[in-house]
């Protein structure tokens, strides 16, 4: 199973449109997915049509002890579930504070699930903390959405120094291997400059040896679509919602690519360093 953390530090840069939206593009075309929503705001679980009331468990319960993932995973379809997430979660980043090995916690809970997916995708929240700590210790890989303006480049460096650290210290599996492009305008001078810079970037570096060796700059746009925007307001994915848009283009697209990348793009850290 490929685990993948989707996350950027600043939001709105289409981290939970493309968690969501990946995993129902990797949905179908036949793999087994399943999206963990780790972002108290349930966007994700909304995305996919999924309401945590107050009465079902959620990963608030999983990450607290009090449920299993199985316990609380809902199907979405034949081949797609979500662990939903709600304003509970918010609360998590305080309770665990004292928690001894707070940052396995996930990891514990995903090693002792038998789901069988072929992938994994968790929508991590805006911000660096506990919860994004479990998940980038819980995955293998971490997929780096972004928004071609300046703006949202501010901050980078912070994200991938946290994610370099995990690497090290909690997790020699994790690895940064895709980069995203979202809202992409390709009428603007600005997207054409801003991804070259990071195409440039995480070309170079990605050639060295470290936490983001082998990381792919991905060739798919996401392009500006109105259709994303509204998909979420219905409870359904691009591919319900609207099948034929640029957005189920694009995100269709990036699943090809995603699919064709190399079964061993995340390498121990330690045959990382070796080669």
Known sequence: MRSIAVINQKGGVGKTTTAVNLSAALAHSGKRVCVLDLDPQAHASLHLGVTATGTEATIYDVLCGNATLAQTRVKVNDRLSVIPSNIDLAAAEMELAGEVGRELILRDALDADDGDFDFLILDCPPSLGVLTINALVAV?????????????????????????????????????????????????????????????????????????????????????????????????????????????????????EVLAQRSEVALPLAVARAS
Request: with cysteine; net charge neutral.
């Open 140 to 256: 293998e890989e971490v997929f780096l959405p972004l928004q071609p303006h300046f703006l949202a480049l501010h901050g980078l460096s912070k994200l991938l120094r946290t994610v370099e650290v995990v690497s090290k210290r909690l997790n020699n599996r994790l690895r940064l291997s895709g980069v995203i492009l979202c809202m992409y305008d390709s009428t603007t001078r600005l997207s054409a400059e801003v991804s070259s810079d990071v195409e440039a970037f995480f070309t170079s570096e990605g050639t060295g040896k470290g936490f983001h060796q082998g990381a792919k700059f991905f060739d798919s746009r996401i392009r500006r679509n109105i259709r994303l925007a509204e998909a979420p307001s219905f409870g359904k994915s691009i591919f319900e919602y609207a099948p034929d848009s640029n957005g189920a283009a694009d995100y269709r697209s990036l699943a090809d």
